[in-house]
């Protein structure tokens, strides 16, 4: 029971840790590309920006 505690939780911070990193990702692609300023949290369920075309969704 104590191990499926430790991977239940361990599953958690992997989730939580993915979903910071694209969160942030794509938060620093929408200030340098298109020049909006996003927060994180709000970012991670947007599509990534890999160019200026991109931009257009986000104005």
């Known amino acids: 029971m104590k191990s499926l ?6 599953a958690i911070i992997v989730v939580a840790a993915s979903m910071f990193f ?7 692609n929408l200030y340098h ?6 927060p994180w949290y ?3 369920f947007l599509d990534a920006i890999r160019d200026r075309s991109s931009c257009e969704k986000y104005q």
């Open 5 to 10: 505690f430790l991977l239940f939780l361990f």
């Open 22 to 28: 694209k969160g942030h990702s794509n938060s620093v």
């Open 42 to 44: 709000d970012a991670m």
């Open 33 to 38: 590309i298109c020049g909006k300023q996003v």
